[in-house]
């Protein structure tokens, strides 16, 4: 008993101790309290990492490595008269027999993506606005690292001739390399070009949709600022805005902004008929900032393979202008 009083009385003011030994112990008090909320706060924060990396291995196995497809049933159209102009259908879509578990789970799934030697490789999702998953988790829940994600104006789930000219991925960049924490590995800038050889070990990466897989040619990679007031002359390129080349966004000027700005010229040549995917996350250079890694889909007929011989760093790139931004 002698003990626990010792105790309460070393570090709770008591009645008759000087302003000195108050004030000692008020602040011993505060202290182990702020430190308390720190532990919890750390607590939630591994806890929550150890969640997402098994709910993304659980995502993983439901993903099967074999893809098929489900069986469904066709009609047959009646014989057209031959004085009747026959118009060919296209065949019904047939979703993936992967995604069954995942659907089920969240009908807002989208496909899954797969950059190779990162963490990316995970379902990503797709809603009628870019804000839900920004703060939510695969299951709707409330969680920081958020989800990856499909810009809501882009059309990937369809016939190719209905698709989107370039589909816009979204994730954050997490520290713990989850979502697109580990894209930084293709960040190549004029004061270090080290990942220069990680890109030539890994120039693509796949996006399997809902009824198809595609593989991407990695053409452009880059750090951009994307508030106006972030430039001398308050012009940015957008490039999240690029999601159909038309009007004052068309392909030339696409092309023209990406090629100036990329870390390395890659080599892989495309064109405005072919189909692209830009995945964006957040960059540290300084606030507001993004990392962009843009992709151009293989071809029908075309091998996968890239000849990365033929890519060289770019002496040239184009970088925000750091100096200004950074006295600001």
């Not at 990396?53 to 893809?67: H, P």
């Not at 100036?260 to 892989?268: D, E, L, S, W």
């Not at 189909?275 to 957040?282: P, Q």
């Amino acid at each position: 008993m002698a003990d626990k009083k010792s105790f309460i009385s070393e570090f709770i003011p008591q009645k008759g101790d000087s302003a000195q030994a108050v004030t000692r112990k008020t602040v011993t008090l505060i202290a182990t309290a702020v430190l308390l909320v720190a532990l919890v706060i750390l607590a939630v924060y591994f806890i929550g990492i150890a969640k997402n990396r098994q709910s993304k291995k659980d995502r993983q196995q439901a993903f099967a490595d074999d893809i098929t497809v489900i069986t469904q049933a066709t009609t047959t159209e009646p014989p057209q008269e031959e004085d009747e102009t026959v118009t060919t259908a296209p065949p019904p879509l047939v979703m993936l027999d992967a995604f069954n578990d995942l659907k089920a789970q969240n009908p807002d799934t989208a496909g899954w993506i797969k950059v190779p030697n990162t963490e990316v490789n995970d379902v990503v999702v797709q809603t009628d606005n870019n804000d839900f998953y920004i703060d939510k988790d695969f299951n709707g829940n409330r969680n920081k690292a958020g989800h990856i994600f499909v810009d809501y104006r882009c059309v990937i789930n369809d016939y190719d001739f209905n698709q989107t000219d370039n589909v816009i991925v979204y994730g954050h960049n997490q520290a713990d390399n989850s979502m697109f924490g580990s894209l930084k590995k293709y960040k190549v800038k004029k004061d270090n070009t080290r990942n220069f050889s990680f890109y030539q070990e890994n120039p693509t990466f796949t996006y399997t949709s809902l009824y198809g897989e595609y593989t991407y040619k990695i053409i452009a990679m880059f750090v951009i600022e994307v508030l106006p007031e972030q430039t001398r002359d308050g012009v940015i390129f957008d490039y999240h805005n690029y999601v159909n080349f038309v009007g004052e966004r068309n392909f030339d000027k696409f092309k023209e902004n990406i090629m100036a700005r990329t870390g390395i010229n890659t080599g892989v040549d495309f064109d405005e008929n072919d189909k692209y995917m830009t995945l964006s996350t957040c960059s540290n250079e300084f606030d507001q900032s993004r990392f962009v890694v843009i992709g151009r889909r293989v071809r029908d007929g075309e091998s996968p393979e890239v000849d990365t011989s033929l890519a060289e760093i770019n002496t040239d790139m184009l970088e925000p202008d750091y100096s200004y931004i950074y006295s600001r």
